[in-house]
């Protein structure tokens, strides 16, 4: 038997440190991009909603950084983050929106009621360019270079306290 | 209550869906070329849903799900092998999207269990027999 | 009262429980008196546990909404039926009943345990009170399942509609039987590595408990992969999920934990392995309760993630874990080993089993858990799932099928006799079956193949021991064998087929529609509105034929209200050679069509009835042996008259 009698203790050993880590370091469950520090995948979106242009990638890497904001009308959180963006648009930050899975109505009322901080909204009707982007839920919004690389990438609404970041991003950006 | 319910029911829009728009019509419709059917169902069934608590988007009903599925079946209709289509989803996604680990530096330890298990196995067995005399 | 007697009841037996440990262990491994003190000490703490356990199905029965549990999980208008079995679904009732088995299984074998060593037996006891011990300090300080919810509010949440289903009321029972039935065992080893006392009067103590949390852990798993499989809608029936993964893994090492019993009660010999793996056994229950509560691992399954619950188990398992390898590393060295086999025998062939089926436990383990280590290690995410499980145990599956074939017929220390008589009819089963594969179905995956060839060899194979021989005198423990190898023949060809053969088709319908699937053809009549006791539905009604005889299937998109939730009930047309698995989903309001899926699935219900026998076989197998046990005892005791 020799040593070999010591080995299922020191292999259970190791599998309680790396379970006590997974204890101590919650697990996140959502699933980040893997693109940032990569240029913006080509595509080409229709309009969302009649009077506002629709969004390319071509119009992402204009010189200067611009936020795209992932959101939906059927998206409750994306309420609780419309007067943040409304602020933030107010502040000089260019957003433009991609709207996934949604009838043009449907985003008309949303941007009536909560307010439009947008310049271009893109119609994703399919999620393909959502998919394409990695992004896996709605709201998510990416930073954008000015030459159209992908810099930064946040998770979920944006919350007051999640501001200076974003600031922060978009000045990295420049 | 239950008259009210089963109106309700006949007038509303589908039961599972979070946005106001149908499933994409490659989502749950199956490709014309069965090979090319058969070859879309087995990636399917090793890609996992970015939304649910792991199930893969083969068995989900999530609609980002269903939009995966066009997005399979949609490509490999055009031509574009299954490992393909798999590697463009690992590069925006992770390994984590996949099912199946890639063989890659930090899963060779998984790969290597099994063959290890038995060689260790078989090693901790040889005093054991008595030999053919 | 009710709710404050149960929690009454339960810390009595926790009282109990330390009481127990701390004679056991005090009286030095306790013999004569002390150990009858001790006796009734386990039998009166496994009772006051029961009646903790009966106080909370009452409160379910009542709906009691006073009590938090009851208001967070129940609900007035549900069946009687989902009220019962709503007791244990959830938390901190199916930890209550995990208790409540151990402590009724420490109590069996206080009460009626007489042919081992009395040193032994204390140190089990002794073992068997500190586990429950721990686990009721878990219940009593960090899952009380007795709170009271002040002022109780009107009506309950309600209970998940998923689990409203004949299958929850007995699927979680019988695992947890099995899965604490296997603490027993730990028990047993723990005492007898104490002791030094390794050797066959071990063995056929421990053999009737494995045998039975076995029988049971085997059968919970089959109800459980059929409901999942008639539940979830897609047809499928195993998932490498981790919870799954961890009702698999004490199933495996009771699998060779059981094998092992028999060499090491016949012929003395495997007790270092023989004792790892009853140490193993358990400690997989044990590792799987904390995966399900914890939330470490993502999993459909699991339950409500509370980290501070799971790190209390974590410590309970580190410290009886590490405490019984610690135990085993230490001792067994001067464990006796048994006489010395040739490989070619009985016990090389049960060695070979031992080491396959461990390699597949390591394989299920470090799957399982790699995506957690790799995180730990490098913040890196990856999956684990059916592609890597199907491809590494999958061939060792198959490698362990082909040892079936052969072992059960080798005699025991050196077999020299006529081997190709014996192995000619699982043979040539296997090789024509493998031909008529090539010929018939030559586009099927290679291990689907092998899996239909090794599993038709072995319908002859396992019933080969019993050729030749006077069947009415063949003990019933032989024919528990043939059974449950035939039902691992069974379950093999069932998944062979399922995987190679299985027809599906989705598409999109309204009445009138006809859809082929495989060799039936299939027409959606009519979806109207239905109504039952706390739900409503819309039912396609589909008529389905293959040649003669039209069958009638209704399958349902059912809305709960309490909680809001949608499921698929599907409707199953079981045939001599397969099911018809039909599934409505949405509307595409657009066009007025509906979704229809449909599969034909050639041989599927083999696999659970595959799960039944072998289950049957290991029942068979405990009835014989208490029954000649019985026997035996009764001539012994006339003997003396």
């Known amino acids: 038997m020799s040593r070999a009698r010591f080995l299922p203790l020191i292999v259970f050993a190791l599998l309680v440190v790396a379970v006590a880590w997974r204890l101590a370091t919650p697990k996140d469950d959502r699933v980040a991009s893997k693109l940032e520090g990569q240029k913006l995948p080509a595509f080409a979106l229709p309009p969302a909603v009649p009077g506002k242009p629709g969004l390319s990638s071509a119009d992402l890497a204009t010189g200067s950084p611009r936020l795209v904001n992932i959101f939906a009308s059927w998206c409750v959180p994306c309420i609780a983050e419309a007067p943040v963006l409304l602020e933030l648009a107010r502040r000089g930050v260019p957003i433009d929106a991609i709207a996934i899975r949604d009838k043009p109505e449907d985003v008309a009322a949303?941007?009536?009621?909560?307010?439009?901080?947008?310049?271009?909204?893109?119609?994703?009707?399919?999620?393909q360019v959502q998919i394409a982007l990695g992004s896996s839920g709605v709201p998510e919004s990416f930073?954008?270079?000015?030459?159209?690389?992908?810099?930064?990438?946040?998770?979920?609404?944006?919350?007051?306290?999640?501001?200076?970041?974003?600031?922060?991003?978009m000045e990295e950006a420049k | 209550m239950r008259r009210a319910l089963l109106a309700f029911l006949l007038v509303a829009a589908p039961l599972r869906a979070d946005s106001n728009l149908p499933p994409s019509r490659w989502a749950n419709e199956q490709l014309p070329d069965a090979r090319q059917e058969a070859a879309a169902t087995a990636l399917m069934q090793e890609l996992r849903c970015l939304v649910c608590q792991g199930q893969s988007i083969a068995d989900s009903d999530a609609e980002l799900a269903g939009d995966m599925r066009a997005l399979v079946r949609e490509r490999i209709a055009r031509g574009e092998r299954p490992e393909a289509v798999r590697a463009w989803l690992v590069e925006r996604y992770g390994a984590w999207v996949s099912y199946r680990p890639p063989v890659e530096p930090l899963s060779w330890p998984l790969y290597a269990a099994p063959v290890a298990l038995l060689i260790a196995g078989a090693w901790l067995l040889r005093g054991r027999f008595r030999r053919r005399g | 009262m009710i709710a404050e007697a149960g929690?009454?009841?339960?810390?009595?037996?926790?009282?109990l429980a330390a009481l127990q440990f701390a004679l056991a262990l005090g009286a030095g491994g306790a013999e004569g008196r002390a150990l009858a003190t001790i006796r009734g000490v386990a039998v009166a703490q496994g009772l006051l546990t029961l009646a903790a356990f009966a106080a909370l199905v009452i409160l379910f029965l009542r709906t009691d909404l006073s009590v938090l549990l009851v208001a967070e999980n129940s609900h007035a208008d549900k069946p009687w039926l989902?009220?019962?079995a709503g007791t244990w679904g959830n938390h901190e009732g199916s930890m209550l009943l995990w208790v409540t088995v151990l402590a009724i299984a420490g109590a069996v074998v206080a009460l009626f345990e007489r042919h081992l060593d009395e040193r032994t037996l204390g140190f089990s006891l002794a073992a068997q009170a500190a586990l429950a011990l721990g686990f009721f300090a878990f219940l009593l300080f960090a899952s009380n399942p007795f709170e009271r919810l002040n002022p109780a509010p009107a009506a309950g949440r309600g209970l998940n509609p998923l689990l409203q289903d004949p299958g929850l009321a007995f699927h979680p029972p019988t695992l947890y039987l099995g899965y604490v039935g296997l603490s027993v065992a730990f028990s047993l080893a723990v005492g007898a590595l104490v002791t030094r006392d390794v050797g066959p009067a071990l063995a056929r103590a421990m053999r009737p408990w494995v045998l039975g949390a076995w029988v049971l852990l085997t059968l919970g798993i089959t109800a459980g992969s059929y409901w999942a499989y008639y539940e979830l809608g897609w047809g499928g029936w195993w998932f490498w999920d981790p919870v799954e993964n961890a009702s698999l893994m004490p199933w495996l090492a009771a699998t060779a934990l059981l094998h092992s019993l028999n060499v090491l009660a016949a012929r003395g010999g495997l007790r270092a392995w023989t004792m790892m793996l009853a140490l193993v056994a358990f400690s997989m229950s044990m590792v799987g309760t904390f995966l399900v509560r914890s939330g470490i691992l993502t999993s459909v399954h699991a339950f409500a993630v509370d980290p501070t619950r799971g790190s209390f188990i974590l410590v309970l398992l580190t410290l009886y874990i590490g405490a019984a390898l610690a135990l085993f590393a230490v001792r067994i060295a001067t464990v006796k080993e048994g006489a010395p086999f040739d490989p070619l025998s009985r016990e090389g062939a049960l060695v070979a089993n031992n080491l396959f089926l461990s390699v597949i436990l390591g394989i299920v383990l470090i799957g399982t858990l790699?995506?957690?280590?790799?995180?730990?290690?490098?913040?890196?995410?990856?999956s684990v799932g059916p592609p890597y499980f199907n491809a590494t145990a999958g061939p060792l599956a198959l490698i362990l099928a082909a040892l079936m074939m052969i072992g059960p017929q080798l005699r025991w220390r050196r077999d020299r006799g006529p081997m190709l008589q014996r192995l000619a009819p699982g043979i040539v089963v296997a090789v024509a079956t493998l031909v008529a594969t090539l010929l018939l179905a030559p586009s099927i995956s290679l291990l689907s193949r092998l899996g239909l060839a090794l599993g038709a060899g072995l319908v002859p194979a396992s019933l080969a021991p019993l050729a030749g021989r006077a069947l009415r005198r063949t003990p019933l423990a032989t024919w528990g064998m043939c059974i449950a190898h035939l039902g691992v023949a069974a379950a093999l060809i069932g998944m062979a087929s399922d995987s190679a053969f299985t027809r599906e088709k989705l598409t999109t319908a309204v009445p009138g529609d006809r859809i082929e699937v495989g060799p039936w053809l299939v027409e959606l009549r009519s979806i109207r509105p239905v109504a039952g006791p706390n739900w409503t539905a819309l039912e396609a009604e589909l008529r389905a034929?293959?040649?003669?005889?039209?069958?009638?299937l209704k399958t349902q998109s059912r809305y709960f209200t309490e909680p809001v939730t949608t499921t698929n009930e599907a409707a199953i047309e079981t045939d001599w050679n397969g099911q018809l698995y039909a599934v409505l989903g949405a509307e595409d309001v657009a066009t007025g069509r509906w979704q229809v899926r449909l599969w034909w699935k050639p041989f599927v219900t083999l696999i659970w009835l595959g799960g039944a026998l072998i289950g049957l076989g290991g029942l068979l197998a405990l009835i014989g042996?208490?029954?000649?046990?019985?026997?035996?005892?009764?001539?012994?005791?006339?003997?003396?008259?």
């Not at chain 1, 930073?143 to 501001?163: L, N, S």
């Open chain 3, 82 to 84: 989902y009220k019962f």
């Open chain 1, 143 to 169: 930073v954008i270079d000015r030459k159209g690389v992908i810099r930064a990438q946040h998770i979920g609404p944006i919350m007051p306290q999640d501001v200076p970041a974003i600031l922060q991003a």
């Open chain 3, 625 to 641: 042996r208490w029954w000649r046990a019985f026997r035996t005892r009764r001539r012994f005791v006339e003997a003396e008259w």
């Open chain 3, 7 to 15: 929690l009454a009841a339960l810390w009595l037996a926790a009282a």
């Open chain 3, 370 to 382: 790699y995506p957690l280590i790799a995180e730990a290690a490098t913040g890196e995410k990856l």
């Open chain 3, 545 to 552: 034929s293959k040649g003669a005889g039209v069958s009638v």
């Open chain 1, 110 to 127: 949303f941007l009536a009621r909560h307010g439009d901080p947008f310049q271009r909204i893109g119609s994703d009707d399919r999620s």
